[in-house]
Structure formats: C-alpha cells, structure tokens
C-alpha cells in the first residue's frame, strides 16, 4: 500500500513514520521545503522525534517527502493533517484543509481514499472539503473515491503515547468509505473506533478538547476561590484525586496553550450559531482560562510588592516558554502573554527554555521575535528581582532554582517537592 501525508508537523511527521515502520510506503507532502529536505535528509526538526527514526526509514525506501502533489495520482491513500488555526476575529480558517483539497483533487485517480485528520467543525469532510475535491477532480465521493474523517490524538512530550496504540476514531461519508479508511489505518494502527459519519469522528475531537478546557477553566477558578481561602489547590486536587471513581484530575496554570484547547472549542461554538445554538460552557471557560494570566501577573505584583519593589523597573525572569512541560512547541504559550503584560507595565522581561533558544518570528507575537533564552548561569540566574516559572521542563533543576533565585512565583507547583525559605515562593 502506498500513501500520502499532507502537512508534516507535529501531527503528520508521526503519523508517517508510523506508518512505514508497519512495511506501508509513505510520501510525505508538505509546501514547507525546509521540512521536506529535512525529511530526505534524515534530519529530525521535532524534539522528541530522533533523527535516526527519520534516517532509518528513509534509507529502507518507505518514507520520503515532496513538494510536488502530482505525485498524489501513485497513491491509494492520502490523509491530511494541516493546521485549523483561528483567524483573527477568532473564527475557524479551515484554508488550509481547502488549499490542500484544491492541490491533490487534479489528481485523484477513481478508488483512492481520502482522510482528513486535522481538528475542525462537524460538516467540514462532507461539505467543505468534499466539494472542493469532488470540483477539482470531477469525480463523485462516496461513488468514484472514499472519503473520512480520523482525528488526530497526539500528545507532545508524552514518551508513553506511542501513535500505534492509541485507539483511532474514523467516521466515513458512506460505510464503503469507512471500510477503506479502516483497511488504510488497520496497517498501522492496533484498535480502531468506527463511527456512523464523519460528522460524528469531527464531533468526538471536539469534545474531547472542549471536555479538557472546561475542566481546566474549573480547576483555574478553584485555584483564584481556595487561594483567596489560605487553601493550596494542589493539595486539594491530590486528595481529591485519591477518589477511585468519578472524578479525573485536572491542573491549574497560568493560562492554555499550544495548537488545540486554546482553538478547537471555538470551532464548535462559530458551527453551532448555524444552528441558532449557543456554547455557553465553551464561552465561559475561555474567558476563566484567558483571564489566568492576568491572575499570576497579580500575584507577581503582590510577591515584588512584599520586598517593597514594584513591577515597574523590576528584572523578571519566565522561566519556560514552550505551552507545555517538556516540548519545544511555543506556539500560542501563555508565557506571551505574560510577558508582554509584565512587559506593558515596566518590568525588564527576560525568559529560559531550554527548548526555546531563540524566539521565532510569530504572527500573534512579533514583538518578541529573535530575543534568546540567557543561559543557566548562578551569576545570570540570581540577578533576577524574581523568577516566574510558567512551564514545568523536567530538565529544569529546581533545587539550583531555589538556591539562586530569592523570589520564586510558582504557576506550575514546580516547588513543592523542593527545600526552599519561607515567603520564597508564592504560587500563582
Ligand atoms: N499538535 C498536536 O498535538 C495536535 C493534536 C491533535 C490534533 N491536532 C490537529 O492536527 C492538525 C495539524 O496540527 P499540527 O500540530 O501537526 O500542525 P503543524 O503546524 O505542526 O503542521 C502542519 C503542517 O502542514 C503544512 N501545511 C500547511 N498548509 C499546507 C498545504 N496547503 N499543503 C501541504 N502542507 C501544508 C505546514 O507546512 C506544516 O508542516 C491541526 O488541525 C491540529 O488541530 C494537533
């Protein structure tokens, strides 16, 4: 079997790579050149992907990667992971699924399956993007080629989330399609879920995310109420956690990041106003969730303001810049947002990551392109007025931390396993 990955980020590369490990042939499409020499290459460009498990499958001839989607017409099989980022009135741009459809459907040859894998709104397989290829193309989904929905459930930085046995969720536009989908994704991956429609496989990723930014917006208010209260949160969620049924921990932190929690919901909730319906939980854990960096900026006012310093002319340091403990992924980080907010009120705002060496250029945060992380020095480290941990890197050493840094504002509850001095560490 031969198949095509269009997009190889943090989604696809794996994805491929899964892929022909189990002996299917894989073409990895993608309009990023830099990735596509990469991959030829044998160079990995995600940090917790090995060069050598890219090296190695390109040298066996099952994996290689292209710019040219000609190369579409060879495959039985094309699945699709591109970015469903938010425009900037916060609507879902679903363009670069229909630019993609609009680049392989010249090519469709009659029997080839199409699957599309990126998040977005129940509707965007068998309306958006069908018409796209059945326009392009000229031939009939469901008739002259298979079409399905499968969502992506990836989780960076997790070493124990291996591609192959996390089940799959696939709907199809008619029960042929789901057969094929199913026989594509049976070669790589242990257990599959079939749904009745594409619909309902769009409908289940959204849930999913819309489940875990609801529950994390809870546990951010719990933490704003039982500090208020002289209670830890983290305390409580420890005992609470110990409940052998009905309940499943969350973590406070200082607001969402990365590609998904912050976005997906939102595709819901501009689908449902079709439909005369109302989000309201979406609506109400976003703005919990989006306020939370506003909440730990607060804290770090109250912490600078216990040694009589004010924020305004204070050294601060962020310490973690990716959206989550152990990737190298910034984007949509609440570290931004921090510290663009301690930068507006006159703070000398510096960051580590260990992961983040230089800021790239971004669309959503320009401001901060090209500044780089300092290096973890005692001299460097102790000259901060105070240090606000905002992710968690394992490969942080937190006791060096509390032995450097005299003023430590915790989101992450980094420090609660480490010696430190009271009034040292504020948690936020
Ligand atoms: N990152 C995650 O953890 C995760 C988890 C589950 C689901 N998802 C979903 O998967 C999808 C992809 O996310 P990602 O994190 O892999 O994104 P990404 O930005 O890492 O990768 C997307 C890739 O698509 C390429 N691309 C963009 N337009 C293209 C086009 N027209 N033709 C070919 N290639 C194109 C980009 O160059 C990039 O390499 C999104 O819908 C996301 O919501 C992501």
Avoid at 110 to 116: E, N
Avoid at 152 to 158: F, V
Avoid at 208 to 216: G, L, M, Y
Avoid at 366 to 395: M, N, R, Y
Wanted: with cysteine; aromatic share 8%.
């Amino acid at each position: 079997m031969k198949i095509a990955i269009v997009g190889l980020g943090y989604v696809g590369l794996p994805l491929s790579l899964q892929f022909a490990r189990s002996g299917v042939t894989v073409l990895g499409l993608d309009v990023d050149r830099a990735k596509v020499e990469a991959i030829n290459e044998g160079r990995s460009y995600i940090k917790h992907i090995e060069s050598a498990a890219i090296a190695g499958l390109v040298n066996s001839g099952k994996f290689s990667a292209s710019t040219d989607f000609h190369k579409v017409k060879k495959m039985d099989g094309v699945i699709i992971c591109v970015p469903t980022p938010l425009n900037k009135n916060r609507e879902p741009d679903i363009s670069f699924i229909l630019d993609t459809g609009r680049s392989i459907a010249p090519h469709l040859k009659k029997g080839i399956t199409i699957v599309l894998e990126s998040t977005t709104y129940p509707g965007t397989t068998d309306e958006d993007l069908r018409a796209v290829l059945e326009e392009g193309s000229g031939l009939k989904a469901g008739t002259d080629f298979h079409l399905a929905f499968s969502p992506e459930r990836e989780d960076p930085g997790n070493p124990d989330s291996k591609v192959a046995l996390i089940p799959k969720v696939i709907g199809g536009y008619t029960p042929a399609c789901l057969e094929k989908a199913k026989a594509i994704y049976g070669q790589a991956i242990k257990t599959l879920v079939p749904v009745s429609s594409c619909r309902a496989a769009e409908a289940a990723k959204l849930t999913e995310n819309i489940f875990r930014s609801v529950n994390i917006a809870l546990v951010n208010e719990l933490k704003v109420v039982y500090t208020a209260m002289g209670i830890d949160i983290w305390e409580v969620i420890n005992a609470a956690k110990t409940k052998p049924f009905g309940y499943m921990a969350f973590y406070p932190g200082p607001g969402l990041g990365g590609h998904c929690i912050p976005i997906d919901p939102f595709y819901l909730t501009w689908k449902a106003r079709e439909f005369g319906e109302h989000t309201r939980f979406i609506e109400l854990a976003g703005e919990i969730n989006t306020a939370m960096p506003q909440y730990v900026v607060h804290q770090v006012v109250n912490a600078l303001n216990d040694r009589r310093k004010s924020v305004n002319g204070a050294k601060i340091l962020i310490l973690g810049l990716a959206y989550k403990a152990d990737v190298d992924d910034d984007r949509e980080s609440p570290s931004y947002v921090l510290m663009t907010l301690l930068k507006e009120r006159g703070a000398a705002v510096s960051y580590y990551d260990p992961y983040v060496p230089v800021i790239r250029p971004t669309r959503e945060h320009p401001q901060w392109a090209g500044v780089k992380s300092v290096a973890w020095t005692e001299k460097t480290i102790s000259g901060f007025d105070l240090v606000l941990i905002s992710t968690k890197h394992k490969s942080v050493d937190y006791e060096q931390l509390a032995k450097w840094a005299d003023c430590i504002v915790d989101s992450r509850n980094a420090m609660a396993a480490i010696k430190t001095a009271p009034g040292q560490v504020w948690k936020a």
